[in-house]
């Protein structure tokens, strides 16, 4: 496999990118770029703009100044891009958000079905290969409140797989999870990373940021403070804010 | 004082037959422009959800017969001669739209905002993100509220006799009328009211319960 080499263009490139909440500003001139197959964790205190860039990414959230382009995209208002942008990216949230009215099986068909048009029978083998991988298939007939939380994050996890997504992205998957949930989620992550997926984590699970990360990006008061690899991250955190965050979670872990 | 047989029930359940028609007419007609409102009440568009915050303003700020009173002259007044009929049904839609509209509305801001997200994440357009995925639970958070507003217009229909509609009410007033016994007419129209929204009531009552155990 090829490494992510500088000639390419990046899946993913936030150029200068600002957003305001009202007369709030939530991201400055934030810079980043995610090369495909690349993992990267986002950390930060909260409050501090981690939802907000990868919401941006997928256009959950407007952003008022820089360019955001995904898979040579240039993400604008039109219609157009933002469905483009979001056929190559899935999102998982904090929540999981599945669709409570529908079987985890019917969750993973609506978009297959409504965005690609695909049958329902191709849709629901899709489905079935996904649920396999993230190990709840024989849960496919169930509805979402029947599972466990960490179930239902899987869950959730297949569901964006079922649009074959080129990038993924996380917000806090496990922070929602009882602590013994947690590691089901984080398996499940790391085998999408092993099997090269473009990722987007935000999470404070530091274990698993050494583990798959190739870059940890470190959020303050809206900007990217420091990017590192997670050995040096962790070892040589250059920025005062970034040991006092480092200091605050390894004391909780 | 003459006795009631049956010729008197006989025109009695066709003034029954009447009010359920107006009901069914001004339930699927309010149904389908209350979906209407209750969307563009909840659309982006700050112009929609204005105009639409003033009309259901303005059906629920004054009197369902003040309504009906200005849609059956406003329709003679606009040249058209219409039926009664056609007048009250139209009255009862707009009616209907405004009460049900407000109502769905509620219910499609009680979906979490999470499951707008996950659709439009998932590339789901506006269409599929409404009709499957936020309508199935808007609707059901409302069915205790819809059903109770669909007993009120049972009852609202009395107020058609107004305008000269002979629907339930009118046709006891008519029968006690021509046979000098108001109560035994009374008490036979109040039974059959009753008898269509009794279970109704109690439907509503069981959907709330379960809503209630769901959400626990
Ligand atoms: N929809 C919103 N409206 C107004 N302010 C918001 C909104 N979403 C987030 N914010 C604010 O923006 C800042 C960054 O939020 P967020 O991106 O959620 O931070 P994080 O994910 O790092 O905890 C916070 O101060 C938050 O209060
Ligand atoms: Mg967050």
């Avoid at chain 1, 360019?67 to 999981?96: N, Y």
């Avoid at chain 2, 009631?4 to 003034?15: A, D, K, P, S």
């Avoid at chain 2, 357009?125 to 059903?147: E, M, N």
Wanted: glycine fraction near 8%; proline fraction near 4%.
């Amino acid at each position: 496999m090829p490494q992510t080499n500088a000639s390419q263009t990046p899946l993913i490139a936030m150029e200068g990118v600002g957003k305001w909440y009202g007369a709030y500003h939530a991201l400055k001139n934030v810079n980043i770029q995610v090369a495909k197959g690349e993992k990267i964790v986002l950390c930060g205190p909260s409050g501090s703009g981690k939802s907000t860039l990868i919401r941006c990414i997928n256009h959950l959230e407007e952003i008022q100044e820089g360019k955001i382009t995904v898979e040579g995209t240039v993400l604008t208002d039109s219609t157009g891009a933002v469905d483009a942008v979001r056929r190559e990216v899935g999102m998982v949230f904090q929540s999981f958000n599945l669709f409570p009215h529908m079987t985890i099986l019917e969750n993973c068909t609506l978009a297959p079905m409504r965005v690609k048009k695909v049958s329902k029978a191709e849709a629901e083998a899709t489905a079935r290969k996904y649920l396999e991988r993230v190990r709840i298939v024989d849960q496919a007939d169930k509805y979402p409140a029947q599972l466990s939380g960490g179930q239902q994050q899987r869950a959730a996890i297949a569901r964006a797989l079922c649009m074959e997504p080129k990038a993924m992205l996380f917000d806090e998957p496990t922070s929602a999870l009882d602590p013994e949930m947690v590691k089901e989620v984080l398996d499940t992550m790391i085998g999408l990373a092993r099997d090269g997926m473009t990722m987007i984590c935000v999470t404070h699970e530091m274990g698993f940021a050494r583990q798959v990360a190739d870059r940890v990006v470190f959020m303050a008061a809206g900007e990217i403070i420091e990017e590192a690899p997670p050995e040096e991250f962790f070892s040589n955190p250059k920025h005062q804010r970034t040991r006092a965050f480092l200091g605050e979670i390894l004391a909780h872990h | 004082m003459a006795s009631i047989g049956f010729n008197e029930l006989y025109f009695l359940l066709q003034g029954l037959k009447w009010t359920v028609a107006l009901t069914i007419i001004g339930f699927i007609g309010g149904g389908i422009f209350g979906l209407l409102v209750a969307l563009a009440r909840t659309a982006e568009s700050k112009a929609l959800q204005r105009v639409t915050t003033g009309y259901i303003a303005i059906f629920q700020g004054t009197p369902l017969l003040m309504q009906l009173f200005v849609v059956y002259y406003g329709v003679a007044l606009v040249g058209l001669n219409v039926d009664a009929w056609i007048a009250v049904a139209i009255a009862f839609t707009l009616h209907a739209s405004a009460y049900l509209g407000e109502i769905w509305r509620g219910g499609i801001q009680a979906v979490p905002k999470g499951q707008t997200e996950a659709a439009k994440a998932l590339g789901l357009h506006y269409t599929s993100r409404i009709k499957d995925v936020i309508l199935p639970q808007a609707l059901k958070i409302s069915l205790p509220a819809t059903i109770g507003f669909l007993v009120q217009l049972i009852k609202g229909t009395s107020l058609a006799a107004i305008v000269g509609f002979v629907e339930l009410s009118r046709a006891g007033q008519i029968v006690s009328n021509q046979t000098f016994r108001p109560l035994t007419v009374f008490a036979i129209v109040g039974v059959m009211y009753f008898l269509i929204c009794w279970p109704l009531s109690l439907w509503g009552a069981r959907a709330e319960r379960r809503l209630q155990t769901a959400a626990r």
